[in-house]
């Protein structure tokens, strides 16, 4: 659906609501964007597809005028702009919600959008406003509520409703659904249905090309900074365009024989206190993780999958024989004697927690391989051997790199969290913690992650995978268990598991006793 304007000849024209033309962003030798294309419609909701670094990102932060390109133009209802600031952008009606949230948890709705909003507003016409939105979309949302008490999909409504009170244009989602049930997806997919029904526009990042495939009318394909095609994803498979974002086929996961084999981890009645009252407490979890096994947790955010790894990597200690690594009790022990049993561990935050984000990749290879001797003897590093370490990981794991040993902040979220997970798998453990193992990762690095945990599970390590992608655990686990208000279910055999079943325990109002 586009504006039907008059041109100076007074020939009725359709405009698109936003082009970019020739757009180019230049860091240092590398061109992000080369010579980008891209027109949206109103109404139109339009996936922006393509593996990691393929430039998604820097070109939705040129036209949120967060990134300053180095050539190209864009032009605003057909009038060229100078995108100069988000301020302008969302002046002019672009609105995004981010893949983390910015919210305060200490106030309530009504407050983080006042705040967010600016001086035009008041706290009570925010709260009227969040009344009316709420009731047009379904958007429920309780202004007085405090953030922190809220899952994420209510977190992600008020993004979505900070943005709506601005009156978009277009709507720019950032992997959205990452973080959602799949019931709170559907609720969704319903509401950017609706918003486009009355014409706004959506632009929609997302790596599941399914769910692209369902609410997607056009689609433009990113790979290496360039446009590959424009093209309606509802006639395309999701294959066909995973292979045009990858410029190859990707494969099928090949399954593995598996008979479990002895206990690696257990957890025994693991309960940890919250320390603040943001944390959730951790409850009588009882699991055992066999060697050959991968285990699946699956669960909405914020219900103690921070907790549960910080309790199984020893960056929290909990109670003698709450946690045993092949029967030896390591409740009381830190990450670096965990470590020393056979342990790796991958935590969810990956700039920050898994890597440092002003360090080079050598570097950043220190945190999990300082006990290996050809990286640290007799407390010197080599250097040399950190560099060849750091090498390996991004040949053997396909990272894209900016140079031989960028600083890890310069990678694209995909291209970093291959390399943590190659740098933990690299070494062959025994036993693999790892949270939301492919979160903002394309199809092709995904499967290559996930094929790559089935390997180590193969070769007899016991895996134990936390993730919010239930398509995902599904594949690759064993056994899922689902994690609710600290509780874990009973682990059951993946295909005993229904995708309602789940998603009901993952809400809380699964079968009841179910959870230990
Ligand atoms: N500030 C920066 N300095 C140097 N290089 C950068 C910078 N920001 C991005 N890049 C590089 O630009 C390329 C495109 O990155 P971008 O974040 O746009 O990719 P993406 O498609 O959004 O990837 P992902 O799906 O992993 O988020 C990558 O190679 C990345 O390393």
Redesign the pocket.
Known sequence: MSAQVSDSFGAVTSLPLVELRGICKR??D?L?NNDIDLRINRGEIHALL?E????????VKILYGAVEPSAGDILWEGKPIAMGSPVQARALGIGMVFQHFSLFDNLTVAENITVALGKDWTLQSVRTEIGKISADYGLSLEPDRKVWTLSAGERQRIEIVRCLLQNPKILILDEPTSVLTPQEADKLFETLEQLAAKGCAILYISHRLEEVRRICSSATI?RA?KVIATLDPRRNSARDIAAMMVGIEVGNISPREHAPKESMLKLNKLALKSETIHEIALQDIDLEVHCGEIVGIAGVAGNGQSELFAALSGERLSRRGMVSIEERDCSLDGITTRRTLGAAFVPEERLGHAAAPHYTLSENTLISHRLDSNVVSKGMVSKEAARKLAGEIIRRFDV?V?NPDPEAR??????LQKFVIGREIISKPRLLIVDQPTW?V?AGAAHMIRQALINLAAYGSAILVISQDLDELFEISDRIAVIHDGKLSTANATESWSREAIGLEMMGIGQEGKHS
């Open positions: 860091y240092g590398l992000a393509g990691n670094g393929a430039g998604k990102s820097t070109l990113l900074g894209r900016p310069m990678l694209s979220g995909g291209n903002g394309d």
